[in-house]
């Protein structure tokens, strides 16, 4: 089993780019896990952004929900896997399930048992959406409590973590 390696941060705090820099210490090809939705331009742009970031080692996986199926496949012969980002795959799980908490919770869930059974690192970006004011609406509110649940049982299941804060990363175990 190969170790999970878990990064969160706030928006725009640098979590993604010291995420690719763990994983580009490896050797080989890398795989970047994406499962962003394009559904606008601004989405499309940061997307962009992303993949030119990214140097030619790098290797594309696009799932938007079925991570757990998927990655078992994919990741062989990759030096390392980056899932960027957890938040965007929940939001994915969380109107699949029309807003359901305990489908998105079980699909983490089998997600984290496959992950250790995974021979490639493994990290894992996720947005820090708890240090913020509590949002007006209910399902804003659902979805922010979901995050802080998935983001404690990635953290807890991960050999290592850490918080980028202001692009200073800080280990948390």
Not at 4 to 28: D, P
Not at 77 to 82: C, I, R, Y
Not at 138 to 163: C, H, P, S, T, Y
């Amino acid at each position: 089993m190969a170790k999970m390696i878990y990064v969160t941060g706030g928006s725009r705090s640098g979590k993604s780019s010291y995420a690719q820099q763990l994983a580009e210490r490896h050797a080989g090809n890398l795989l970047y896990i994406a499962p962003a939705r394009v559904d606008d331009d601004e989405m499309l742009a940061r997307i962009e952004l992303h993949q030119q970031a990214r140097g030619e080692r790098w290797r594309l996986l696009e799932e938007q929900l079925w991570l757990s199926d998927r990655l078992p496949d994919a990741g062989p012969g990759h030096g390392a896997l980056l899932l960027d980002c957890v938040t965007l795959w929940i939001t994915n799980l969380f109107f699949h399930f029309e807003e359901k908490q305990g489908p998105v919770l079980a699909e983490v869930d089998r997600f984290i048992e496959m992950a250790w059974q995974l021979e490639e690192p493994l990290y894992l970006v996720s947005n820090e959406l708890g240090s913020g004011i509590v949002p007006e609406n209910r399902m804003a509110r659902k979805f922010r409590d979901l995050a802080g649940i998935v983001n404690q049982r990635l953290a807890a299941a991960a050999d290592e973590a850490w918080m980028v804060v202001s692009g200073l990363p800080v280990k948390l175990k």
